[in-house]
């Protein structure tokens, strides 16, 4: 935690040019950046399981919506990003000014950070986390503190809250990004009746409809300092066509949205609305991934590699060697996975795409790791590839 605090410090006693060449912290920015990498394998074939995408993407009605809706693109329309809000919190006993749009969830998180976060008053996250927020509190000049989750691999909220008395946002991903795993309801209600005066519990939902995780957003109903966010990027599969959405007391909701003023593209409107009118698309979806999720565990359990069991669309490998050379021998068979959080070393996250690719990446997966790290048997491996690709 020291050196978290330092460093993040450091880096926010940057000037504003340095800080805008930061290093990248968004999944979509992060996968970017790592696919761009020089490589001998073909693009066009590459199994991309590294940004936690859904390969089934928008449904096929919120498909037809966008379609529909491509002559009307001249015009500004916000009546129909009011109907995706309205439509919202009536599927979930909510008032409709309880919710927000927005491109995706990546804003509203940044801009929860920046609003109650500030020099004296922390930004806490559970590590290894997601990183997106520690940016925003960095840019603050607002303390990072990351806190290691529990053995179970939950956010250890006793452990948040001592580390960081004067916190202002205390970040929950529930279920959690990298891990997969859950925070149990009474370790968040805790947080929550305990945390200081005038912070907020930001609650990140964006996995939370792949798991049995408990929603939060009655404490927002009930009026909670709470500010629960999710996306349509995961289980309705549009994250490049980017909607989300922060759901919270309209107080909360105003002091976030100061930072914020695009119109929403209506054809993300329209589809988000559309999927969550679509009948049985959460079971369905939630079904698929957990079917191959759960027949990847079995591959990897009868081949003894080491795995945390995860409820979402993404679970950590251990892969007992230094995970970024296990990222880069996987790219060398056009396997692009996930990356590597310094508090865990030698793991790399994976995310489920579809059954082939799995198969691809069980096959990768298996060369790589049979070869001695940093062998010449591997580089021959390596340099004969899987015959995957051809
Ligand atoms: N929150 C978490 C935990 C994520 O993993 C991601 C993306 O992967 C996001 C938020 C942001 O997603 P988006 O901006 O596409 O909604």
């Not at 020291?2 to 920015?29: C, D, I, Y």
């Not at 919202?88 to 969830?105: H, I, M, R, T, W």
Request: glycine fraction near 8%.
């Amino acid at each position: 935690m020291p050196v978290t605090r330092r460093s993040f410090l450091r880096t926010a006693a940057l000037s504003s040019a340095a800080v805008s060449a930061m290093p990248l912290f968004t999944e979509a920015q992060l996968a970017q950046a790592q696919r761009r990498m020089p490589r001998k394998a073909d693009p066009a074939g590459a199994i991309r399981i590294d940004a936690n995408e859904n390969p089934l993407g928008p449904c096929a009605a919120a498909c037809s919506t966008i379609s529909a809706l491509i002559p009307e693109g001249g015009r500004y329309d916000s009546d129909l990003t009011d109907k995706l809000a309205a439509t919202f919190a009536a599927q979930e006993g909510l008032k409709p000014e309880y919710v927000s749009v927005y491109a995706g969830s990546s804003e509203p998180l940044h801009y929860t950070v920046l609003a109650f976060t500030a020099p004296g008053r922390a930004y806490v996250t559970a590590d290894p986390g997601y990183e997106a927020g520690m940016r925003a509190a960095a840019m603050n000049g607002a303390p990072v503190v990351k806190v290691p989750l529990t053995a179970t691999h939950a956010h250890d909220t006793a452990a948040m809250l001592a580390a960081a008395p004067e916190g202002g946002v205390f970040y929950i991903c529930n279920p959690n990004n990298p891990t997969g795993t859950t925070t149990p309801r009474e370790a968040i209600e805790r947080l929550l009746a305990q945390k200081p005066a005038g912070s907020i519990l930001l609650i990140d939902e964006a996995y939370i409809h792949f798991s049995d995780a408990t929603p939060s957003l009655d404490l927002v109903k009930a009026d909670k300092d709470v500010i629960v966010l999710r996306t349509f990027s995961k289980l309705y599969g549009m994250a490049g066509v980017r909607c989300g959405l922060a759901i919270g007391r309209p107080d909360l909701l105003l002091k976030i949205g100061y930072y914020g003023m695009n119109p929403m593209p209506i054809m993300a409107v329209a589809a988000a609305t559309t999927s969550l009118e679509e009948p049985g698309i959460i079971a369905q979806r939630k079904t698929i991934n957990a079917d191959l999720r759960n027949q990847t565990f079995e591959w990897l359990a009868a081949n003894n590699y080491k795995f945390i069991p995860s409820e979402t669309n993404c679970f950590m490998i251990d892969t007992g060697r230094p995970g970024h050379e296990v990222m880069a021998a996987m790219a060398e068979h056009n396997v692009y996975i996930g990356r590597v959080w310094p508090i865990m070393p030698t793991s790399v996250r994976i995310t489920v795409g579809t059954a082939k690719d799995m198969a691809e990446f069980q096959s990768a997966f298996k060369q790589v790791m049979s070869a001695p790290p940093g062998s010449p048997a591997r580089a021959a491996v390596l340099r004969n590839g899987s015959g995957m690709l051809s």
